[in-house]
């Protein structure tokens, strides 16, 4: 990865006094500050206030016509030892903590003709449905808020082919990129009562070494949208071991948390179909593997999708099926999410104001969540946002086990 970085860069710092030249560079970015006010404390962190700055710079060359250099850099700070403190820039983005600066992506596209190629860090997402989304596996996320993740770069190379509305797609990846889970000694990771009392390390994780690989086809045919997909790799979202810590004699117990990231083959399939009132979405994928103590499942989602006016509502059901249970703890908020109706909603009010929702409730009622969100543009570089998000349920479910985890956030971001 570091070899290839470093010939994108080369070819971008080559590409630039043409491009410049053409007027074919284009940036973006912004820095955003944001601060969570929780309700209650939890058994294993009392701060209940906690301040991000996040800083991101994207640069696009397009030397020519069939070429493009993407970059991107975040600079970032916490106030609650969510960032690691060495100075160094990260490419990998493999650490337990959001880097202090890293690289955010790092990419070239080549088109010629029906063919696509993107080499290098970037962002792949497969799959059409909303809030959870079965066959999206080369798309690991920063789980150390679970409900306000974002997505992580993944480095290697995609492949795309069209002809005559059929889209094939093949991935490969040399080197695997875990989901960030949430730290043991903070608010994210939830304690069971008969544990509280007991300090948490953090083991640590053993990584694979191996490639992964997909294969997608879609089809447009006159009503409907289609694909099939098939991904062999490993899972970015952990199997969790729990065990007694070594602690010097006479000290109280502990306990230790390490991570595994099994080998997993996917196969999916996701449709769409628009009639006159809303368009139907569906996607599934069956779930197999190899190790011992992980799942085989299938997960699926049904939504409708609606816009009217300056509305967006899509609400469904995502559903899981166990086909064999094999292990005892998982870090998996998108089973999390299986077993309940999700919906989200979003409503532009004005060039400047838009207002969104978006929630959860499990079939049986043991879990649900509820976020708001209003978002307000001042001028053409200022943006207020302001959001909301009340959790419950019971503790034995995944919802529900985040129910002291009510907050609101504020954030101010200025664009350049």
Partial sequence: MKRLAALLLLGAAAAAPSALEAQTITQ?????????????????????????????????????????????LDLRASSHDQVDDRWRLDVADRGERRPRL????????????????????????????????PTDRF???????????????????????????????????????????????????????????????????????GSQAGVRWSRTADRVEFSLSLFDGFNHLPNVAVFPAPT????????????????????????????????????AA???????????????VVQLERQAGEWVIVGGYAGEAVTERRSSFVFAP??????????????TIGPT??????GAVRQNGDGAYARAEYSQARGQHWRTTISGAAIGGRADDFLGQYRRNSHVKASLRYSF
């Fill in 28 to 72: 973006r970015g912004f820095a955003d500050a944001s601060l969570f006010l929780f309700a209650q404390e939890t058994p294993n962190d009392p701060t209940r206030e906690v301040a991000d700055v996040l800083a991101r710079e994207e640069i696009f060359v397009k030397p020519a016509g069939w070429l493009q250099f993407a970059a991107g």
């Fill in 102 to 133: 890293a690289l955010r992506r790092l990419s070239a596209t080549i088109t010629r003709g029906a063919l696509t190629v993107d080499a290098g860090k970037q962002f792949i997402r497969w799959g059409k449905t909303d809030i959870v989304t």
């Fill in 139 to 209: 798309a690991p996320r920063d789980f150390l808020n679970v409900i306000d993740a974002e997505f992580l770069g993944v480095a290697g190379v995609r492949g795309v082919v069209q002809a005559r509305g059929n889209t094939f797609e093949a991935v490969w990846l040399p080197r695997f990129t875990p989901s960030r889970v949430p730290l043991v000694d903070q608010r994210w990771t939830a304690v069971p009562s008969e544990a509280a009392a007991l300090p948490l390390f953090d083991a640590g994780a053993t990584l694979p070494d």
């Fill in 248 to 283: 010097p004699f006479g000290a109280p117990p502990a306990l230790a948390v390490s991570r595994t990231y099994p080998s997993i083959r996917s196969y999916g399939a996701d449709a769409a179909l628009p009639t006159k009132l809303f368009t139907i979405k569906a996607e």
């Fill in 286 to 300: 069956y779930f197999t593997s190899s190790a011992a103590d992980t799942d085989q499942y299938v997960l699926y």
């Fill in 334 to 347: 998108d089973r999390g999410l299986t077993r309940a109706i999700v919906a989200r909603a979003s409503y």
């Fill in 353 to 358: 104001k838009s207002v969104a929702f978006e």
